[in-house]
């Protein structure tokens, strides 16, 4: 193993800003649709949740599909640039019709428009779907295998930046006061933002990001270090992944989509939950979720860190004890008492924490099971088990919440979770070799 080998931070910044564009385009699309749907074109909430929903549906299909379509890809730009740069001009033109359409609506109501409106949001979802996976997929593809768990952590918080950036722009552009009484607002200047947000990480990743060459590199690396492909040649001259290996990486894909099942259905129902249980208000229950959300970003580049030390399944099953931990205390403390204080604000930000652990090495322990070559494949067989979870998740728990007692929402978190511990005791492969075995130097700084 290479001593010298240590992560290019500023490389890796830019190929996180694929990842920035399309966290600030579906923090803009989940928080501004459903406003549309129901309040311009004034659908029942059923089937604008149905609308909602298909965004996920279409990623079991889609981000598995594309990702193996990059993977065969032999263009000049590379990979995984034709898919991101034709998907996000698509997505682009087709975000900026959204804001017309539903303006259009609002002045002279018409079924053709509301027609048309729901499919370009089908489009839409088509064209982001065509280049998730190859742009998540990118960032492997230029990093060695032990440094990936770090470069996740830096994506993931590239991803953050591009959903904060999003909030505090809409802050200032539709505050409360502004739009609070509204007969109907114009999003057209908020489209037009995040189009440039877009734009600009497209222009980053076209003009500043060498992918075939960093890509060659990659390869070198693999070549001068083969006993880190799990794979193996067979006699059809093509390389699999012997028996005990395939194992591994289908428990953990279960456990992707068992640990999805219980933050996501936290997620989605929390907010109904509080107003429940402890009568909080739709701003005092985000505060929780935000919370949460920046105990995520706070540990997301020490979660890689500690990958690099202590071995990434080490560190993911810390982090579901504590996610289940946290779980079971918010549902301990609500047996006693129904009223809000302030002290669980610790707990929901050590539900950050913990998702950060579990999060930013879990997709690099998939990566670490498959060849240079099938990295996008791989890619969307994370996200097909992390998606079907999220499809089924609100279901499921919902169901509990409106049949049983809304206190049973996070024992169903924290059960889902402890299950996926049970399942990552099963995974064997996918650690990374060096930092668990020797430890390099070259780990313990970043460019």
Request: include cysteine; hydrophobic fraction near 55%; charged fraction near 15%.
């Amino acid at each position: 193993m290479d001593r010298k080998l240590k992560l290019n931070t500023w490389q890796t910044i830019r190929v996180g800003f694929a990842f920035l564009a399309i966290l600030a385009f579906w923090q803009m699309y989940n928080n501004v649709i459903p406003l549309m749907l129901t309040k311009t074109f004034h659908m029942d909430k059923s089937i604008s949740g149905a609308i909602m929903a298909a965004d996920n549906i279409l990623a079991l299909f889609l981000l598995p599909l594309f990702g193996g379509l990059s993977d065969r890809c032999r263009s000049k730009m590379g990979k995984r640039r034709p898919f991101i740069l034709g998907g996000s001009i698509a997505a682009i033109f087709l975000m900026l019709l959204i804001p017309f359409l539903d303006n259009s609506y609002f002045r002279e109501p018409k079924t053709a428009t509301e027609i048309l409106f729901v499919c370009v949001l089908g489009c839409i979802l088509v064209a982001m779907g065509t280049y998730r996976s190859p742009a998540v997929a990118l960032m492997p593809d230029v990093t060695p295998k032990p440094l990936r768990s770090r470069a996740n952590a830096i994506i993931n918080l590239m991803g953050a930046l591009g959903g904060i950036i999003y909030l505090v722009i809409a802050k200032i552009m539709y505050p409360s006061s502004a739009v609070q009484d509204a007969e109907h607002v114009n999003y057209l200047p908020l489209f037009l933002v995040v189009a440039g947000i877009m734009i600009l990480s497209l222009i980053v990743l076209m003009f500043f990001v060498n992918e075939v060459q960093l890509h060659e590199k990659m390869l070198a690396y693999e070549a001068a270090h083969p006993e880190e492909n799990l794979a193996v040649e067979t006699e059809a001259h093509k390389e699999e992944l012997p028996r005990e290996v395939k194992k591994s990486l289908i428990f953990l894909l279960f456990s992707v989509a068992l640990w999805y099942m219980g933050y996501n259905a936290m997620e989605t129902w929390f907010t109904t939950f509080a107003d429940a249980v402890w009568h909080l208000g739709l701003g005092d229950a985000s505060l929780c979720l935000t919370i949460a959300t920046a105990g995520a970003i706070v540990f997301f580049i020490p979660s890689g860190i500690a990958a690099s030390r202590l071995g990434r399944r080490k560190t993911i099953l810390f982090g579901i004890l504590l996610l289940s931990a946290s779980f079971f205390s918010v549902f301990a403390y609500t047996c006693f008492s129904h009223e809000f204080r302030s002290f669980l604000y610790i707990l929901f930000f050590l539900v950050g924490v913990a998702w950060a652990f579990i999060n930013v090495n879990s997709l690099p322990m998939v990566l670490e099971m498959c060849k240079g070559s099938e990295t996008g494949r791989f890619t969307g067989y994370y996200y097909t088990f992390s998606m079907i979870a999220q499809v089924l998740t609100p279901v499921l728990a919902g169901a509990l919440l409106e049949h049983v007692s809304y206190m049973t929402l996070f024992p169903y978190c924290a059960v889902f979770v402890l299950l996926a511990f049970v399942t990552m005791l099963f995974v064997r492969h996918g650690d990374t070799k060096a930092a668990v075995k020797r430890g390099l130097e070259a780990f313990e700084d970043m460019d």
